[in-house]
């Protein structure tokens, strides 16, 4: 089946800096969404991207849809400390069941 | 209400044990999903429902039994479970399964088997 790699795995970095996470897949996708899971609660969609090329912004996120279509990154200027929790990258062909998920980004921030 | 709602949010059974999860949804949505997520691995699809029909079991062992009476309900009845079965089990909706209409998550069932 298709698979996500999504990197870095974990993270550790001071509020105030810029974070930049990325997922690549060997399999083509039409649309792209980033989601972040908060301990103990669901996975939140923060942006979707539904075009190759296209770069999306919600507040201090910023997401790429990539132009062969097998990659987005994700990156979060002047982190702050509710910034914590788990970023997990999803790719999607078809419907909205027909999702992979990558295998998430973890990001601690510290002050 | 959030829009996805899912009872309880934590459970703990025995493996001879019979339970059901719970899911509700007041978005309106048509399509109703569960999915497995276990530790260090990526999200899981279980089961699809469309319009309350089943449209996708992704080689779900039959010891997980899912049940959508209505659009905006949906159970996952458990019994016999092993183990490895411990995991977050999420609940998601979407205005039916189309294209381009994203996934809500519910806040999940933590499942611990003993």
């Known amino acids: 089946g298709q698979q996500l790699n999504q990197s870095p795995q974990s993270m550790f970095i001071q509020e105030g800096e810029d974070v930049s996470m990325n997922c690549t897949s060997s399999?083509?996708?039409?649309?792209w969404l980033w989601y972040k899971q908060d301990p103990g609660e669901g996975p939140v969609l923060l942006i979707a991207?539904?075009?190759?090329?296209e770069l999306t912004s919600n507040g201090r996120l910023t997401a790429q849809f990539g132009i062969t279509r097998k990659d987005s990154f994700l990156n979060i200027s002047a982190s702050i400390p509710s910034d914590v929790g788990i970023y997990f990258c999803?790719?999607?062909?078809?419907?909205?069941?027909?999702?992979?998920f990558g295998t998430g980004t973890r990001l601690q921030v510290t002050l | 209400e959030t829009g996805v709602t899912q009872t309880p949010r934590h459970l703990v059974m025995g493996m001879t044990n019979k339970k059901s999860l719970k899911c509700e949804q007041h978005?309106?949505?048509?399509?109703m999903y569960w999915y497995k997520q276990s530790a260090k691995k990526p999200l899981e699809l279980m089961f699809v429902?469309?319009?309350?029909?089943?449209?996708e079991n992704n080689s779900v062992p039959s010891r997980f039994s899912p049940e959508c009476p209505n659009s905006s309900h949906l159970f996952l009845h458990l019994h016999t479970l092993q183990p490895e079965d411990s995991a977050l089990y999420l609940c998601?909706?979407?205005?039916?399964?189309?294209?381009?209409?994203?996934?809500?998550f519910g806040q999940g069932t933590r499942l611990t088997v003993v």
């Open positions: 399999s083509i996708f039409n649309t």
């Open positions: 978005l309106g949505h048509n399509a």
């Open positions: 429902y469309n319009f309350k029909e089943q449209t």
């Open positions: 998601a909706s979407s205005q039916g399964d189309r294209t381009n209409t994203e996934a809500f």
């Open positions: 999803a790719g999607r062909t078809g419907t909205a069941s027909k999702l992979t």
């Open positions: 991207l539904y075009k190759a090329g």
